[in-house]
């Protein structure tokens, strides 16, 4: 067998420690280039692979009843270097995997740096990727920096796409007043590695309730540069403030969702709203609050949250912030195969491509890192099937979102309304479901169909594990 050319990708974040594992798995050299510590960035605190800045949960692992948890159970089949650094590094999370994020990030590495066929480059690759790179990843996520940005714009000729997505406050479990807080999770849900009992409460009644939402309101917030002022926000992701503007009763609705929850120092009184937090790290020192993305200034943060029962002496590991995520209008960009039409040597991965949150990230590198791995081997790869959760999220970033017209594109979350409608299955009387009874019953039916689907897909020599 020849000598194979190793593919570069660049962006040592979730998505590319994703591809650069992947095309390993394959057998074919890469090179991983990751900027930092070299070169910063707004959000990130380490120079580590696969930090993340944001929320430490993967969300739902509930692979019956959720598509992101379809997708968990997709990306473990396929060997996923995120799924099982995740897995190894998981916290009390209620039905979600929540994972110590220092250790997460320490394993991703770990395992890159043991395999022989990949190859660490700390430093920026500034403006496009040199001329004898024959195949790259770029996985630089939503904090690209400004050369390749500009580089890429230019190529392409397509205006910047962008929103803001916002991080969330950490805690220090020891300043938590238990005496006012309790342990217990929605309907007292077990999730990986939880035991029912694994969201910190603090309830407010109606009184508490509106005066902390008058404070997020009238709290003094971060100034937007004036080109940063009409850039919309991710929907999945809103700071706390935006969702109070939108009405009083938002907050009680979202994240202050009183609902499934049991206050033990005063079992006769429901909360009127509760704020949740959910541990961060394994040790269980730290504790994120849910829901609080925010872009107030720190000094407000402080002292508005300490108005919330339980963390009136709270202190805090870490303070809410705000940065300036962009991606790619990626149906008219990239082909089905993640290649940038203006430049096929190019693939693009992660958030840069339009999706959203973590999984979704590591998805997409893995289905680059595929398609890359199988080019070199001069053979190709037949994409997931539409009715699989990765599939399904190829389709929305390659094509599936235009030919559906509507509208312009946005990042997007999985979810079941990206897969191909499916038949709802029958009751036991031979009916269509209907009432109370429909709604899991389409979910199992979606991900029942994935699960059949998606194993001759994994079948293939290049999608096995």
């Known amino acids: 067998?020849?000598?194979?050319?190793?593919?570069?990708?660049?962006?040592?974040?979730?998505?590319?420690?994703?591809?650069?594992?992947?095309?390993?798995?394959?057998?074919?050299?890469?090179?991983?280039?990751?900027?930092?510590?070299?070169?910063?960035?707004?959000?990130?605190?380490?120079?580590?692979?696969?930090?993340l800045v944001c929320s430490n949960s993967?969300?739902?692992?509930?692979?019956?009843?959720?598509?992101?948890?379809?997708?968990?159970?997709?990306?473990?089949?396929?060997?996923s270097i995120v799924m099982q650094a995740g897995d190894s590094n998981q916290v009390p999370a209620g039905g979600a995997l929540a994972v110590d994020r220092d250790g997460f990030s320490k394993a991703v590495e770990a395992a890159l740096e043991a395999d022989p066929l990949v190859s660490i480059e700390r430093g920026e690759v500034a403006?496009?990727?040199?001329?004898?790179?024959?195949?790259?990843?770029?996985?630089?996520?939503?904090?690209?920096?400004?050369?390749?940005?500009?580089?890429?714009?230019?190529?392409?000729?397509?205006?910047?796409?962008?929103?803001?997505?916002?991080?969330?406050p950490i805690v220090n479990f020891d300043s938590i007043d238990m005496e006012k807080a309790w342990f217990q999770s929605r309907y007292d849900k077990v999730g990986p590695g939880g035991t029912g009992a694994d969201y910190i409460n603090c309830p407010l009644d109606e009184d508490q309730y509106?005066?902390?939402?008058?404070?997020?309101?009238?709290?003094?917030?971060?100034?937007?540069?004036?080109?940063?002022?009409?850039?919309?926000?991710?929907?999945?992701?809103?700071?706390?403030?935006?969702?109070?503007?939108?009405?009083?009763?938002?907050?009680?609705?979202?994240p202050l969702k009183p609902v499934g929850l049991?206050?033990?120092?005063?079992?006769?009184?429901?909360?009127?709203?509760?704020?949740?937090?959910?541990?961060?790290?394994?040790?269980?020192?730290?504790?994120?609050?849910?829901g609080f993305q925010t872009k107030l200034r720190h000094r407000e943060q402080t002292r508005i949250f300490k108005s919330i029962p339980g963390l009136e002496d709270a202190v805090f590991a870490r303070l809410g912030g705000l940065h300036r995520n962009t991606f790619l209008n990626s149906p008219k960009l990239l082909d089905a195969?993640?290649?940038?039409?203006?430049?096929?040597?190019?693939?693009?991965?992660?958030?840069?491509?339009?999706?959203?949150?973590?999984?979704?990230?590591?998805?997409?590198?893995m289905l680059a890192g595929r398609f890359a791995a199988a080019e070199a081997l001069g053979e190709t790869m037949v994409p997931p099937p539409q009715t699989s959760a990765l599939g399904a999220l190829l389709s929305h970033?390659?094509?599936?979102?235009?030919?559906?017209?509507?509208?312009?594109?946005?990042p997007m979350n999985i979810n079941f309304g990206l897969f191909p409608p499916v038949e709802l299955p029958k009751g036991p009387d031979g009916k269509r479901l209907r009432g109370k009874a429909k709604k899991p019953g389409r979910k199992r039916a979606y991900t029942a169909r994935a699960k059949a689907d998606v194993e001759s897909w994994f079948g293939n020599k290049l999608a096995a594990e």
Request: net charge negative; proline share 6%; glycine share 12%.
């Open 58 to 79: 993967f969300r739902s692992d509930d692979d019956e009843n959720s598509a992101i948890g379809q997708l968990h159970y997709e990306l473990r089949r396929g060997g």
């Open 127 to 168: 403006g496009l990727p040199p001329e004898d790179w024959a195949s790259v990843i770029v996985a630089t996520g939503p904090l690209t920096s400004p050369d390749l940005a500009s580089a890429v714009q230019g190529l392409t000729g397509e205006d910047e796409l962008a929103f803001f997505d916002a991080i969330a």
């Open 262 to 290: 049991t206050n033990p120092h005063d079992p006769d009184t429901k909360p009127y709203a509760v704020v949740q937090l959910r541990q961060d790290n394994a040790l269980g020192t730290l504790y994120n609050m849910v």
């Open 210 to 254: 509106n005066a902390f939402v008058d404070a997020i309101l009238e709290g003094d917030k971060t100034d937007f540069k004036e080109w940063e002022e009409n850039t919309p926000y991710f929907e999945a992701c809103l700071p706390i403030e935006v969702m109070a503007e939108r009405g009083r009763e938002t907050l009680r609705y979202g």
């Open 397 to 410: 970033i390659t094509g599936g979102h235009l030919d559906a017209g509507k509208g312009s594109f946005q």
């Open 337 to 365: 195969e993640l290649r940038l039409k203006a430049m096929p040597r190019l693939r693009f991965a992660g958030q840069v491509t339009g999706v959203e949150g973590y999984i979704e990230s590591a998805s997409i590198g």
């Open 1 to 51: 067998m020849s000598k194979i050319d190793p593919i570069h990708v660049i962006g040592g974040g979730l998505a590319g420690s994703e591809a650069a594992w992947q095309i390993a798995r394959a057998g074919v050299p890469v090179v991983l280039h990751e900027m930092r510590p070299l070169r910063g960035t707004d959000a990130h605190q380490t120079d580590g692979l696969a930090e």
